[in-house]
């Protein structure tokens, strides 16, 4: 096969940040896709409906000026989270989802959650309502290893959270894990999972071996390599309870290459280039467009787009090593190996 043809395609968790960056970010994810859903871990954070409102204005007037792009906005939830603003704001189509943040699981996280139980009336609120809550699932307790935060979380906050909120529907963001892709395909309609691009490429070793490599850091960090493995394998296996969301997550090189370098990779510009190399190699090119395409907008209980894309293979791809912002250059993500599928 050398052309594919799928429907446009959406990003189901993208951090766009703000100001120069936000103007610099939003083309390279409106080029490819159709909607994103938006982080609001800004700082200050999106906590309430009027700020996701001048959010979104402030994203629209960054996106070039024949773009068809829609952002589709988040609210931070913070332990003083108004459940009739989440109702309302929803309602009025102005957010599509409530994110949470254990406090200091990652990047702008210090505003999220310590105490569950002060979410309490909050989730059980959007489980009325059916607005969908994207987790960050790792905890944060010192003791526990980086690489188990994700499986800790779900044995110890997530699933009880799902028990004692029946009818939430709840998207674990960016999984890392067989564990989570395991807890995401047996939940029921109510649970679906994002995955990124980075982490159906990298284990820890891309990490660490042969030298530190800022660039392929991120949270939840990339785990062992049957755990790449197990994401692929969901990602290309047709399961619909799991769908792309890059977490492509500029951060300008300075903040990166640093003694304490934050998390994120920046895989907006490249991303569905990698992906048909990803699916390809899986024999699996024809389930790309329900991964990247069709999953999301199901579980979140939107049309898929009409539009359609086409990527063509070639010789390899050339795209830029990095992206210059007014906050300084952002590097793309590496994937380690050629990119022969170009969007057309
Ligand atoms: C994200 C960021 O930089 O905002 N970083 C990351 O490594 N993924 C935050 C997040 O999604 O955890
Ligand atoms: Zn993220």
Redesign the pocket.
């Known amino acids: 096969m050398t052309r594919i043809t799928l429907r446009r395609p959406d990003d189901w968790?993208l951090?766009l940040?703000d100001g120069a960056m936000l103007k610099a970010m939003a083309p390279e994810t409106a080029r490819h896709f159709a909607r994103a859903i938006i982080?609001p871990?800004l700082v200050p954070p999106v906590v309430t409906g009027d700020q996701a409102a001048a959010y979104r204005e402030r994203i629209l007037a960054a996106l070039p000026g024949d773009t068809a792009f829609r952002p589709l906005m988040t609210l931070y939830l913070t332990e003083a989270t108004d459940p009739a603003d989440v109702v309302r704001a929803h309602a009025d189509g102005l957010v599509t989802a409530v994110k949470l943040?254990p406090a200091g699981?990652?990047?702008?996280?210090a505003s999220g959650v310590r105490d569950f139980d002060k979410v309490r009336p909050v989730l059980d609120a959007m489980a009325e309502a059916g607005v969908p809550l994207c987790v960050?699932g790792e905890v944060v307790t010192p003791e526990v290893d980086i690489f188990d935060r994700e499986a800790v979380f779900i044995d110890r906050i997530l699933d009880p959270l799902r028990r004692a909120t029946p009818g939430l529907r709840v998207v674990m963001?960016?999984i890392t894990t067989r564990d989570g892709a395991d807890y995401a395909m047996s939940g029921g309609p109510d649970l679906g999972a994002t995955i990124?691009t980075h982490h159906l490429v990298i284990n820890r070793n891309h990490i660490l071996v042969g030298g530190i490599k800022p660039h392929y850091?991120?949270?939840?960090?990339a785990k062992r390599e049957e755990h790449r493995r197990a994401l692929v394998a969901a990602a290309t296996g047709g399961s619909g309870a799991v769908f792309l969301g890059t977490?492509s997550?500029?951060?300008s090189d300075p903040n990166k290459e640093s003694a304490c370098g934050?998390?994120?990779?920046f895989t907006a510009t490249n991303t569905l280039s990698i992906l048909a190399e990803v699916f390809e190699r899986e024999g699996a090119l024809d389930r790309l467009e329900a991964f990247a395409s069709l999953n999301g907008p199901a579980f979140y209980r939107l049309p898929a787009n009409e539009e359609r894309i086409t990527l063509e293979k070639g010789a390899p791809v050339d795209y830029p090593a990095k992206i210059e912002t007014g906050e300084g250059p952002v590097t793309v993500f590496d994937p380690g190996f050629p990119l022969h599928w170009r969007v057309v």
């Open positions: 968790h951090h940040r982080m871990n943040y699981a990652t990047t702008n996280s960050h963001e960016h990124t850091y991120c949270l939840p960090v977490d997550a500029p951060h934050c998390a994120g990779c």
